[in-house]
């Protein structure tokens, strides 16, 4: 299962929000370059970056921050945010980006998904951030009234390479991930599914490698790793061994499933 570290970018620096909430956000660094350094020298092999602004304004608005990640690191780059035309998908593609996650576009605009996977194989993933089971969209401000678990039918039909799902109520919040949720979600479909949202310690990780057979094969995380409750390094390393009496003792992490 793959760890992949999360970049929040709002007006420029990097940030995590509780549960979406733009007015509740706090900035962890004013350099997101040399965060994404920093995840890649402690092993990421992908990383996730998220623009905030663009959520909001409904087009890409930290490019040039983007750009830099990009041509900064040797790994692979995934981005979402505000990617509702074809215009804003291939801006990023441009740049290097390796693949872009839609998310309201996915909800309003279904033809246009399916003709981005038809035009840009493998790089098209879609982004299900759920709040109480509903489908939230424009940068997690409404809810719409589509199921999470039928978008992501619908999304694993038309060709999407992924889907990365997000509980709103648990992201930002260190509560664990929702793994019945994710269980469901994932049994549905026929495409991989990254989980997202609450991650708190290596004991969560380790509680999703049970659905590593129902293709779940990634994990985004973001507050765990700027507060330290969680050691990138050493989650690669449990994750990657599927024991968690293999990460030293003395580390301090929480082990509260």
Known sequence: MEIIPAIDLLEGRCVRLYQGDYARSQVFNDNP???????????????HVVDLDGAKQGHPVNT??????????????????????RNGVTQLLDLGVERVILG???VEDKPF?????????????????????KVATRGWLETSEVAATELAQQMSNLGV???????IHRD??????????????ASKVSI????????SSITDLLSLLALEPLDVTGVIIGRALYTGDVSLKEAIQAVGSGRLQDVPPDLGFSTFA
């Open 192 to 199: 991989p599914v990254i989980a997202s949202g609450g991650v």
């Open 104 to 106: 309201t576009a996915a």
């Open 172 to 185: 930002g919040t260190l509560v664990g991930p929702n793994l019945d949720t994710l269980r469901e979600l």
């Open 64 to 85: 040039k921050t983007i750009a830099a990640i990009v041509q900064a690191v040797p790994v692979p780059v995934q981005v979402g945010g505000g990617l509702r035309d």
């Open 33 to 47: 370059i040399e965060v994404a350094h920093q995840w890649v020298e402690q092993g990421a092999t992908r990383l």
């Open 161 to 167: 390479a992924a889907i990365i799902y997000t509980d």
């Open 113 to 133: 998904v399916e003709q981005l996977c038809q035009e840009f194989p493998r790089k098209i993933v879609v982004g299900i951030d759920a709040r109480q089971g």
